[in-house]
């Protein structure tokens, strides 16, 4: 199972932008299908956005749908966020699995097999 990595974290202000990608040391995601998790202090664990290589189906939570975008790109998987606010305040996490769409809805956490560490997203004046 490979391991993900994210990358592409920091400090922004409200209504900026921030790119996360999620690669694979030494391999590819191509084959996985990949979600975007964040987590603040506090607060459980909640999927953003999330893809498969399945079917290309993408699915975003309500309170990220058209600030964010995820795509895949290079053997990666990348996560484009827009209009940034401080409640977007949290770890952010990529995790892969196997699902073949996710037009009903980003998987739950404990069904994706492999986790990042996390990257850290402050939006903050």
């Known amino acids: 199972q490979v391991q993900p990595v994210e990358s592409g974290g920091g400090l922004v202000q409200p209504g900026g932008s921030l790119r996360l990608s999620c690669a694979a040391s030494?391999?590819?995601?191509?084959?996985?299908?990949v979600g975007w998790f964040r987590q603040a202090p506090g607060q459980e664990r909640e999927a953003v956005a999330c893809?498969?290589?399945?079917?290309?189906s993408r699915s975003y939570s309500d309170s990220v749908r058209g600030r964010f975008t995820i795509s895949r790109d290079d053997g990666g998987v990348s996560l484009e966020m827009n209009s940034l606010k401080p409640e977007d305040t949290a770890v952010y996490y990529c995790?892969?699995?196997?699902?073949?769409?996710?037009?009903?809805?980003?998987?739950?956490?404990?069904?994706?097999?492999?986790w990042g560490q996390g990257t850290q997203v402050t939006v903050s004046s």
């Open positions: 995790a892969t699995g196997f699902f073949f769409t996710v037009l009903g809805g980003c998987p739950r956490a404990d069904e994706y097999h492999a």
């Open positions: 893809t498969t290589n399945s079917d290309g």
């Open positions: 030494g391999s590819s995601l191509d084959i996985y299908a």
